[in-house]
């Protein structure tokens, strides 16, 4: 009988990338034939039944379906909502075991892909296909060729350095941001080191996906082109 290891078999029916499979497993959440397993690298069959968080998991896989959602300020991208409002609420209606493609924070707004295709998932979340983010940022104040210095410039982050960083500046104390990497509330620590404050952060662009007129709160299923797009090789000339 064939074996697969409990964490890509997770990953692969939908429940999360491989990393978040690992974490959910590590966590006590998931059961295998009414015994909860904590090991990700633990083998077992295609037969097993299988429970994440006293849900059953499907003997089969489900249709792929991914979704871009613009994702309001206030909402958070995790599957409990840790006492908010998780974005998929706006997807109660869909019988699918859907997760948000990587995350943007509860202050945060704009392009936010949910799917249960876990190919993809990790596609997009692993940082060597390196796709990119554009993100438009207002912060607190005009920024000085002093301070837009040091956004551009080398910097690093809770003792990782990260890849340069594409800023544009769009009028006022508007920023446009291009990242090819997506480390937690990164935009938000390179403007505290450059002392500056985000006031408002919307992403407007993944990849070859383009937030567009999609107002807040609402969602479409991407089309067979994006997703052959996002499967593709990402452009790396940014």
């Known amino acids: 009988m064939d074996m697969e290891r409990l964490q890509n078999l997770l990953a692969r029916r ?82 699918l075991r859907l997760v948000p493609v990587g995350r943007l924070d509860k202050e945060s707004e704009g392009l936010l892909l949910v799917s249960n295709d876990g190919a993809l998932i990790q596609r997009l979340t692993h940082p060597r296909f390196g796709h990119t983010k554009i993100y438009e940022v207002e912060v607190n104040a005009v920024p000085t060729e002093a301070q837009l210095a040091i956004l551009r410039g080398p910097m690093t982050l809770e003792g990782y350095k990260i890849r340069p960083v594409r800023v544009e500046t769009l009028g006022g104390r508007r920023l446009r941001f291009t990242l090819t990497e997506g480390r937690h509330r990164q935009i938000r620590q390179m403007c505290e080191q450059a002392h500056l404050r985000v006031t408002r952060l919307r992403r407007v662009a993944l990849g070859t996906l383009r937030l567009g007129s999609l107002p807040p709160g609402r969602w479409r299923e ?16 940014v």
């Open 14 to 95: 939908g429940v999360a990338s491989r990393r978040g499979a690992a974490d959910i497993i590590r966590a006590g959440r998931v059961r295998m034939d009414g015994v909860t397993v904590t090991e990700p690298g633990a083998r077992i069959a295609e037969t097993a039944h299988i429970e994440v968080d006293g849900r059953l998991l499907k003997a089969k896989e489900e249709p792929h379906r991914t979704f871009l959602y613009h994702k309001p300020v206030g909402e958070v991208c995790s599957t409990d909502g840790q006492g908010a409002r998780s974005v998929l609420e706006a997807f109660r209606g869909i019988n």
């Open 222 to 237: 991407l089309s067979a082109a994006e997703l052959n797009a996002l499967r593709g090789t990402p452009n790396k000339n």
